[in-house]
């Protein structure tokens, strides 16, 4: 996949420049995946209710099991370090999601990485499959990922809506769509 060009950065990611590419996913890699995921808190954000803290190979093998998953690591260009994993899952012939998104290495959060990821999977999704919507589920309390998706063309779609209980607490959540020209 060709990164993002330099024109398209952030102002805060110009002066960092720095790029990603997304990377097939390798399990080699997993125990850093696992490493990221330290809280029963960021395993439900980053995965929805269906895993178990903490978050084992096991349960990781298992779910990526399902052959309409496309994983990815997010790599940083310049250091060729990996800092994030997102996937793409293809929910039929016209719709891809975007699923379990992270910058998982602390330093590459909240500076504008998220939105590079957001383009570069917009970017696999038109690629890959020509999907006529992309849609992804966000928690309603995460305000800084939904400021990404609607600045990248995402719309709330409010005749959907889900929610889970964690830990006797109701997480709502909203589903996004992005409908490409």
């Known amino acids: ?3 993002i ?3 398209m950065l952030s102002p805060l990611l110009k002066d960092y420049k720095t790029m990603i590419y997304l990377r097939p996913y390798d399990p080699v890699e997993v125990n850093r995946l696992l490493s990221w995921i330290d809280s029963p808190e960021l395993l ?7 895993f178990d803290f903490p978050l ?11 052959k309409a998953i496309f994983p990815y690591f997010v790599v940083d260009i310049e ?5 994030g994993y997102a996937e793409l899952v293809s929910m039929n012939n016209i719709e891809v999601k975007f699923c379990r998104l992270i910058i998982g290495e602390a ?11 957001v383009k570069e999977l917009i970017y696999e ?4 499959f020509n999907p006529s919507k992309i849609t992804l589920n966000v928690y309603q309390d995460n305000i800084a990922a939904l400021k990404c998706y609607l600045s990248e063309g995402f719309v709330v779609n409010e005749s959907v809506s889900r929610s889970s209980l964690v830990d006797g607490v109701e997480w709502k959540s909203y589903q ?6």
Request: proline share 8%; aromatic share 10%; net charge negative.
């Open 79 to 83: 250091s060729d370090e990996t800092i």
């Open 44 to 50: 439900v954000r980053f995965a929805g209710p269906g």
């Open 5 to 7: 060009p330099m024109d």
């Open 125 to 128: 999704a038109l690629s890959r």
């Open 56 to 66: 084992s190979k096991s349960q990781w093998e298992n779910h990526l099991l399902d």
């Open 107 to 117: 330093d590459f959060r909240g500076i504008g990485f998220g939105k590079l990821l």
């Open 176 to 181: 996004m769509d992005f409908i490409p020209s």
């Open 1 to 3: 996949m060709l990164p």
